[in-house]
Every structure is written in structure tokens, then in C-alpha cells.
């Protein structure tokens, strides 16, 4: 089935640093592409998306770009802060039948932003 | 922010004991989904609901069934808790079912299984 694999955690920073977070999925047809932030104590908040190949959803200075040849949609900001602490995940649309889509995610990957 | 509560937000309970969680929304939205998050394996789908008296099973639905008798409401039951089932519960939903369509969710119930 569809799969998404982030880079292993978890990832400390300084601020202002430039943060890449790697993400690559497996699907069988051209999902969706999400990336999740979950700050502590909080359920998910959807920071980004992309719908199609060559896409680039962003958002709070987060992009990142759905690339179809490589299978990756990697999550870049340029200068983190100390409040994007956080855990990221990367996720997947997939059918999950009677018309119904759930999301395949990834691991998350933790980070820290040090001052 | 989307209207989801979930109840309790903290639960521990003994093996053998059947727990009830319950999802609350005040956003009209025709499609809730349970997820449980474990380190390592991210949130994966554990029953997802398509209307009110409709449900399906996700792809860890062992030991949990659903049930939705209101369009506001979404209960996940343990019927016989295991150990196994020590995870934290998140509630979803969504307005309609496209692939680009947004899921947004609940605060999420820590459940541990002594």
C-alpha cells in the first residue's frame, strides 16, 4: 500500500538556521501531499499542502514543493525560530473506501530550535 | 480553528475494562475519522465514519469498533482494553472526501492501559 518515510529524528537547530526535513512517499496513483505540525500538548494543525506534481504549497515561511520524479515533497524554511518547535509530520491522501480519503503519514519528525 | 472536542482528554484504566472516547464537533462536516498515534508509526486509521449510522474499518481496527448516532458524534470503544492499546486517540474530520481536502483535528485523548 501507499507509504510515506520522513527523515529520522529528532533534529535540533539554532535560530535562524535553514531547516530541511526530507519526506518521500510511495503511491500508486498521485495523492495528495500534507505536512502536519503538532506543537506540545496540541492535535495536528495542517501547515502546508500540494494537490499535483510541481505544486508548491507554503505557508508561516514553510514551502515545499510536490515532486513527482523524485517522489518527494522535503519541507524547507529558511530561518527557523524558536517557536517552530515542534513535531512535523508528512502525510499522504488515500482512498479509504465508501468515498471516504485517510491520510498515510509519516513517523514525524521532533524539532528543536535552540536560541 | 475547527470546532472538535474530544473526551476525556486523559484516561487510565486496567486491562479487561471497556473504555469509551468520544468526539465532538460543532462543524456540520459529514466525514470523522480515529486515528491513534505510537512513536515510530506516526497517526494511523483505526475506523472512519461517511454519515450518521455509517461506518468503516480503517487498518488497525482490531479491537475497536465505532459508532455515530448523531452527525456531531463519533465514539471509538475499546471493548476489553489491552496494553496495546496505551496510544494517544486523535479525532478528525472533514466537509467532504477529496483527495486535496483538508482533515482537521481534535486535541487528542491520552489513554493508558495498566
Known amino acids: 500500500g501507499d507509504s510515506v518515510t520522513q527523515m529520522e529524528g529528532p533534529v535540533t537547530l539554532s535560530e535562524e538556521a535553514f531547516l530541511t526535513i526530507n519526506c518521500t512517499y510511495t503511491?500508486?496513483?498521485?495523492?495528495?501531499l500534507f505536512w502536519y505540525v503538532q506543537y506540545p500538548g496540541e492535535g495536528l494543525q495542517l501547515l502546508l499542502k500540494?494537490?499535483?506534481?510541481?505544486d508548491k504549497g507554503s505557508n508561516k515561511g514553510f514551502e515545499a514543493t510536490y515532486r513527482k520524479e523524485t517522489t518527494s515533497f522535503h519541507l524547507e524554511k529558511g530561518s527557523v525560530q524558536v517557536s517552530d518547535s515542534a513535531v512535523y509530520f508528512c502525510?499522504?491522501?488515500?482512498?479509504?473506501?465508501?468515498?471516504?480519503?485517510?491520510?498515510?503519514f509519516g513517523q514525524g519528525t521532533r524539532l528543536t530550535i535552540n536560541p | 480553528d475547527a470546532g472538535i472536542t474530544q473526551s476525556p482528554r486523559h484516561k487510565v484504566t486496567e486491562t479487561g475494562t471497556p473504555v469509551t472516547l468520544r468526539c465532538h464537533q460543532t462543524?456540520?462536516?459529514?466525514?470523522m475519522y480515529w486515528y491513534r498515534q505510537d512513536p515510530g508509526h506516526g497517526l494511523r486509521l483505526i475506523h472512519y465514519?461517511?454519515?450518521?449510522?455509517?461506518?468503516d474499518k480503517g487498518e488497525v481496527s482490531d479491537g475497536y469498533s465505532v459508532s455515530r448516532s448523531k452527525t456531531e458524534d463519533f465514539l471509538l470503544t475499546l471493548e476489553s482494553a489491552t496494553s496495546s492499546q496505551t496510544s494517544v486517540y486523535f479525532c478528525?474530520?472533514?466537509?467532504?472526501?477529496?483527495?486535496?481536502?483538508?482533515?482537521?483535528f481534535g486535541p487528542g485523548t491520552r489513554l493508558t492501559v495498566l
Open positions: 462543524e456540520n462536516h459529514r466525514y
Open positions: 502525510a499522504l491522501s488515500d482512498r479509504a473506501g465508501q468515498g471516504a480519503q485517510k491520510l498515510v
Open positions: 500540494a494537490t499535483k506534481a510541481d
Open positions: 465514519s461517511y454519515g450518521v449510522k455509517d461506518t
Open positions: 503511491a500508486t496513483g498521485y495523492p495528495s
Open positions: 478528525a474530520i472533514s466537509e467532504s472526501a477529496g483527495a486535496a481536502d483538508t482533515q482537521y
